[in-house]
């Protein structure tokens, strides 16, 4: 096996002195560019145009030759140097010595502050995300108790309302107390001052003499029989209450009705007895004489087709008496639970302590509340302050507004009922006299 004997350092002189292929591309490109530097300063170099002098000054086929020949070798020459070029650049030894270390060590370099900023940005990206909730949240929050903060108004519809339903009750339970007082007064029940006519004559006038009795009726007349001293009719203030429905019943919007031990306790004043004096004067005020048994179970004179007619007639009058005790049950005195915020009302609208409990009395109505919540709830001027509040509370303003319209509705809807009734009784009586007067001419025909 040959064995070179150079010594190292000539070895790395030769080494030296070899020149590189990168080198030596370099070099061939510089003269490619001047020999092309060259040939573009030829060609752009002006020529004297032809002249046709003389023969001998055209140019020669020989002169073209060459100049194709020339044009030959420098396009021969580009494509050889371009080659040489191409080969250089897509050797191996020039990818694997410079351009692929190179080309690893930066897609190192950019695959680890790469994965260094996924962290970095990561954490950006959730801190955003958080904070984006967070703020949502805080947003919604806030928007929330807004919405959830009641305003005074909604105090007021709440607090007023609050005993609507014991108001409704008890309405209804004194309705029906009064028309089966009226019932069995007319029918003449033994434990009633209707049982025989007599009773009831003499128990009506003890009332009226001891409650209504004016001492200058029928000229001063009255003062015979109108007991006279402390804490009789003749030294309060007269008001004649048993006969005076606009005083007794339709201006008060509250009326205390003993009838149970709830009202009893606490009453200043009962006005059950001018409510009774009054139902027994417009209805049923003189009581109908009273048929034997023998009468009755022999039907002496026809006694038994005058008892059916009589109980027809009670029939219709119960129909006219039920609107008026629907009256009273609505204006009598409920629970007391919502007497104090009734008041309070009463004296925002101006009125003074002395005259709100007046007016309150025992405890507000049914009539009383309706009429407040209906009415003189916005005749002050601060409902109309309290609705520049937020819409939700204006919103619920509103829907407290449509249950209280409800309800008043449902008032009248009986109210109708009760008139339509009334009004078909009264059909009934008209056209029963016209039966009356064809049958009655029936009869005077012979048929």
């Known amino acids: ?107 190192r370099e950019l695959v680890t502050n790469g994965w260094s900023l996924v962290a970095s940005f990561g954490a950006m990206l959730d801190g955003k995300l958080i904070n984006d909730r967070i703020l949502d949240m805080q947003v919604l929050s806030a928007k929330s108790a807004q919405r959830h903060m009641p305003s005074k108004a909604m105090c007021k519809f709440a607090s007023l309302s609050k005993s609507m339903a014991q108001a409704d009750q008890r309405a209804k339970m004194v309705h029906d107390v009064l028309g089966e007082f009226s019932l069995r007064r007319v029918l003449g029940q033994a434990e009633t001052i209707g049982a025989t006519e007599t009773k009831d004559i003499a128990g009506r006038l003890r009332a009226t003499l001891e409650n209504h009795c004016g001492p200058n009726e029928f000229g001063g007349e009255v003062t015979a029989i109108c007991p006279i001293g402390p804490g009789s009719p003749t030294t309060t203030p007269y008001t004649a209450k048993d006969i005076n429905f606009t005083n007794a019943i339709d201006v008060p919007d509250t009326i205390n009705i003993g009838l149970d031990s709830a009202i009893i306790g606490i009453n200043t004043e009962d006005e059950t007895a001018n409510v009774m004096a009054m139902k027994t004067m417009l209805y049923n005020h003189q009581a109908a004489p009273r048929i034997g048994k023998k009468d009755l179970q022999n039907n002496y004179s026809g006694q038994q087709s005058r008892y059916l007619d ?103 809807y009986n109210s109708l009922i009760r008139s339509e009734m009334a009004l078909s009784i009264l059909l009934d009586t008209e056209v029963g006299k016209e039966i009356g007067a064809l049958n009655n001419a029936l009869n005077q025909w012979g048929h």
């Open 1 to 107: 096996m040959p064995f070179d004997k150079k010594a190292p350092e000539q070895k790395m002189a030769t080494q030296h002195e070899k020149p590189r292929p990168a080198k030596r591309s370099l070099r061939r490109m510089l003269r490619l560019c001047f020999f092309m530097l060259a040939l573009f300063c030829v060609t752009l170099t002006p020529t004297k145009q032809a002249q046709a002098r003389c023969c001998y000054c055209c140019i020669e086929p020989a002169q073209q030759a060459m100049h194709a020949a020339l044009i030959g070798l420098v396009i021969a020459a580009q494509n050889a140097e371009f080659k040489t070029l191409r080969d250089t650049l897509l050797s191996q030894t020039w990818w694997h010595a410079g351009v692929a270390p190179l080309a690893k060590r930066a897609t």
């Open 310 to 412: 009589w109980r027809g007639t009670v029939a219709k009058r119960t129909v006219a008496e039920n609107s008026f005790d629907a009256i009273i049950g609505m204006k009598a005195a409920s629970g007391v639970a919502v007497k104090e915020e009734y008041k309070l009302q009463l004296e925002s609208l101006g009125m003074s302590a002395a005259e709100s409990e007046a007016i309150a009395k025992t405890a507000p109505s049914y009539w009383a509340q309706m009429e407040h919540l209906t009415k003189k709830l916005y005749q002050n001027t601060n409902f109309f302050v309290n609705l520049y509040d937020g819409p939700d509370n204006v919103l619920r303003q509103s829907a407290s507004m449509d249950a209280i319209s409800l309800m008043q509705m449902r008032d009248y």
